[in-house]
T-cell receptor
Framework: DGGITQSPKYLFRKEGQNVTLSCEQN?????MYWYRQDPGQGLRLIYY???????QKGDIAEGYSVSREKKESFPLTVTSAQKNPTAFYLC????????????FGQGTRLTVV | KQEVTQIPAALSVPEGENLVLNCSFT??????LQWFRQDPGKGLTSLLL?????REQTSGRLNASLDKSSGRSTLYIAASQPGDSATYLC?????????????FGTGTLLAVQP
């Protein structure tokens, strides 16, 4: 089945730790995105990538880092510099063209303990 | 700056009722608008995609319309069922530079009572 796989589903982070969220897609999409979702707020864009080895900061990139070494994969690292990381993280992908449909993974819930 | 608003924030209806969810956006320079459904604790499921040149799209009991000039879209759900209960989100893909991103509203939480 074609789709987007995020792992893990639940992740717990201790203070001062870096953690990495995985996102893999087999839709042959060029563009991939990371969004953060907090209760009562809309989805906010963290980072996006339109092609391998290239990515751009979104609206709330501070405290996060990404890489795009393969077309299928776009991992997100939540660093210790992110002061309020507890949230639901969603990965998405789409074709590079502006008129294409976006598809989302099932999300990773990150909790600071 | 493009902003997307969804009203109402929450809606409760009895089963079988037809209903309309609203989405408005401030800048008409968009490529397309997409409606999503989100169940609690889950990711987003794409429902309908309307290109900027289109007026409406239909899928089963769902019909989405787009009026770009007034900055509005509606999602019509016919003969609602308890299984339709979820949060519905709209998002626009906006023009502007080299960006290729979706801008989301905060969603409408729908409850269909049996």
């Amino acid at each position: 089945d074609g789709g987007i796989t995020q792992s893990p589903k639940y992740l717990f982070r201790k203070e001062g730790q870096n953690v990495t969220l995985s996102c893999e897609q087999n839709l042959n999409h060029d563009a991939m995105y990371w969004y953060r979702q907090d209760p009562g707020q809309g989805l906010r864009l963290i980072y996006y990538s339109q092609i391998v080895n290239d990515f751009q900061k979104g609206d709330i990139a501070e405290g996060y880092s990404v890489s795009r070494e393969k077309k299928e994969s776009f991992p997100l690292t939540v660093t210790s510099a992110q002061k309020n990381p507890t949230a639901f993280y969603l990965c998405a992908s789409s074709g590079r063209e502006m008129n294409t449909e976006a598809f989302f993974g099932q999300g990773t819930r990150l909790t600071v303990v | 700056k493009q902003e997307v608003t969804q009203i109402p924030a929450a809606l409760s209806v009895p089963e079988g009722e037809n209903l309309v969810l609203n989405c408005s956006f401030t800048d008409s320079a968009i490529y397309n608008l997409q409606w999503f459904r989100q169940d609690p604790g889950k990711g987003l499921t794409s429902l309908l995609l309307i290109q900027s040149s289109q007026r409406e799209q239909t899928s089963g009991r769902l019909n989405a319309s787009l009026d770009k000039s007034s900055g509005r879209s509606t999602l019509y759900i016919a003969a609602s069922q308890p299984g339709d209960s979820a949060t519905y989100l709209c998002a626009v893909r906006a023009w502007g530079g080299a960006t290729n991103k979706l801008i989301f509203g905060t969603g409408t939480l729908l409850a269909v009572q049996p």
